[in-house]
C-alpha cells in the first residue's frame, strides 16, 4: 500500500513537471511508471492465483 501511494505522489509530481519538460522526457517518465505499474499489476494477480 505504501509502494502504490508513492507511486501516486510520483506521478503527481511528475505530472506537475510536465509543464515544464521537453515532451520526449514526458513520455519516456510516462512509460517508465507505466512499465512499473505493469509490473506490479502481474506480481499481485500472481500472488491472489496461489491463495
Known amino acids: 500500500m505504501i509502494a502504490l501511494v508513492a507511486a501516486l505522489l510520483l506521478l ?15 513520455v519516456v517518465a510516462a512509460s517508465v511508471i507505466g512499465c512499473w505499474l505493469l509490473v506490479f499489476a502481474v506480481r499481485e494477480r ?6
Open 46 to 51: 500472481g500472488r491472489a492465483r496461489r491463495d
Open 12 to 26: 503527481g509530481i511528475v505530472l506537475g513537471a510536465v509543464v515544464q519538460l521537453p515532451v520526449s522526457v514526458s
